[in-house]
T-cell receptor, first 114, second 114 residues
Framework: QQQVKQSPQSLIVQKGGISIINCAYENTAFDYFPWYQQFPGKGPALLIAIRPDVSEKKEGRFTISFNKSAKQFSLHIMDSQPGDSATYFC?????????????FGEGTQLTVNP | GAVVSQHPSRVICKSGTSVKIECRSLDFQATTMFWYRQFPKQSLMLMAT?????????EQGVEKDKFLINHASLTLSTLTVTSAHPEDSSFYICSASPSNSPLHFGNGTRLTVT
């Protein structure tokens, strides 16, 4: 059972453009939604995370939008750069961030062309 | 920030042998660590939750006798792949977090079974 669905599978944008990745979840008990960035051969690195009590969170060029009623959340990367080319995973967990089992989406391979 | 270290980063072994992978929390104590497996171009799949001083909790479909987990101290968890077969070749990643903090991931171990 895939509890977190992510789209698109791959995404190509031009330098300076906006990259948008979407996720949808099923389990209403989820209360923590992080996004991870993974480069080839490396472990995932936390980018930004949100809790369902807010609808948007921004950190630098990265913004999470959260729609609790639709059970959807998305990552927006503004002014995308070639260095942003990586695989992005959304995730969800219950009972907050610490020590919780994360359920990952399928991942999005982002390519930013110079 | 919290650092999770894995060793080795790469290992090649022959079929039938066992391989041990170490996961350490370098600057914090972790009563719980998580072990994930990732096949090429796929998402991270949780294998088991490692609990300090007690037995690990395995996800459905993961053979506990094949993937032995030992969490002997608050900074070290080990995953031993016993009687490895080529289909066990994968990228194994551990994660842990300090109290009330997001999960941090190690840089993974690429296992190749020949």
């Amino acid at each position: 059972q895939q509890q977190v669905k992510q789209s698109p599978q791959s995404l190509i944008v031009q330098k300076g453009g906006i990259s948008i990745i979407n996720c949808a979840y099923e389990n209403t008990a989820f209360d923590y939604f992080p996004w991870y960035q993974q480069f080839p051969g490396k472990g995932p690195a936390l980018l930004i995370a949100i809790r369902p009590d807010v609808s948007e969170k921004k950190e630098g060029r990265f913004t999470i939008s959260f729609n609790k009623s639709a059970k959807q959340f998305s990552l927006h990367i503004m002014d995308s750069q070639p260095g942003d080319s990586a695989t992005y995973f959304c995730a969800a967990s219950k009972e907050g961030a610490s020590g919780s089992r994360l359920t990952f989406g399928e991942g999005t391979q982002l390519t930013v062309n110079p | 920030g919290a650092v999770v270290s894995q060793h080795p980063s790469r290992v090649i072994c022959k079929s039938g042998t066992s391989v041990k992978i170490e996961c350490r929390s370098l600057d914090f104590q972790a009563t719980t660590m998580f072990w994930y497996r990732q096949f090429p171009k796929q998402s991270l799949m949780l294998m088991a939750t490692s609990n300090e001083g007690s037995k690990a909790t395995y996800e459905q479909g993961v053979e506990k006798d094949k993937f032995l987990i030992n969490h002997a101290s608050l900074t070290l968890s080990t995953l031993t792949v016993t009687s490895a077969h080529p289909e066990d070749s994968s990228f194994y990643i551990c994660s842990a977090s300090p109290s009330n903090s997001p999960l941090h991931f190690g840089n993974g171990t690429r296992l190749t079974v020949t």
